[in-house]
């Protein structure tokens, strides 16, 4: 149906929490325990940083949308995502979705999609999955809805 250029971020760590440190040895000589430490603590931080949740880059490239699927094409390749894998999802911008679902290695995902066209992958997972959404009553604004029935478009039923 459309496509376009994406950002996509995960929600998650980006390391599991471990380091590695400098052994200290008998021998050292205080200048070089200090040193050591210092190095050990600053590793150690930045591990707790890494094993934080957060909002964090995954990939970017062509988003593709259809009445089916999700595609994303970056330059690892071409991943699927069928509108039947999203389990939840919602808007959180304007051209900016998150939605969570479990992928075919059985791992739950956490993504937030940046496009163009999130409305439409948005809109469609959501005609076709959960009717009725809390957001598709407020994804259209009142003034398009307006325009499209004064042309004589017939408007999707958006609730219950």
Known sequence: MA???YRRDYFG??????YSTHAFHHRDT????SAKAVANS???HRAR??????WRPL???TF?????????????GVRRWSLGGIDAAYMTARSQFRFTGVSDQGYEVHWLVTSAWAELAFALWALTCRVPHPHLLTLFP???????????????????
């Open 59 to 61: 990939d970017s490239g």
């Open 30 to 33: 205080v200048l070089t325990l």
């Open 42 to 44: 600053r590793r150690r």
């Open 64 to 76: 593709y949308v259809s009445t089916r699927a999700l595609f994303f094409e970056s330059w690892t």
């Open 13 to 18: 760590p980006a390391g599991d929490g471990t």
């Open 142 to 160: 009142e003034e398009w809805r307006a325009r499209a029935r004064a042309r004589g478009l017939a408007l999707p039923r958006l609730d219950p």
């Open 49 to 54: 940083e890494e094993a934080a949740d957060r």
């Open 3 to 5: 496509s376009g250029p």
